[in-house]
């Protein structure tokens, strides 16, 4: 069982607009997850997403693919 934090962290593409999400990437190797949650509200809930799912998103937005969403 592990003790580690998560390291919180806003992408640097994000405006100061207050709609962001955070995610603590330093779970992904430990843990298999890539924790997401609302900026606005950290104490609220969490969201697991697996490294898979993660990175299949990242690259769906990298490559345009998600802008009609």
Aim: with cysteine; hydrophobic share 35%.
């Amino acid at each position: 069982m592990t003790t580690e934090d998560p390291q919180w962290f806003t992408s640097s593409y994000s405006g100061n607009g207050g709609q962001c999400v955070e995610v603590a990437a330093n779970f992904a190797r430990s843990r298999g997850v890539v924790p997401v949650r609302d900026s606005k509200d950290p104490g609220g809930p969490v969201l697991d997403v697996s490294t898979g799912a993660f990175a299949s998103f990242v690259a769906g937005v990298k490559s345009g693919n998600l802008d009609a969403v």
